[in-house]
């Protein structure tokens, strides 16, 4: 458990790190929520 909690902290701080803007973070988070729709929809 503390071991995937500290993965999702590293990619959390990675994926921040790579946009310049909150606007910048907030594209890609609605990108992922997309991606995960997608699958979801596909695995239906």
């Known amino acids: 458990m503390t071991r995937l909690i ?3 902290l ?3 701080t990675a994926m921040l790190a790579g946009c310049n803007t909150m606007a910048g ?3 890609d988070i609605s990108k992922g929520g997309d991606a995960l729709t997608n699958s979801a929809d596909k695995a239906k």
């Open 25 to 27: 973070a907030g594209q």
């Open 10 to 12: 590293i990619a959390g």
């Open 6 to 8: 500290a993965l999702l």
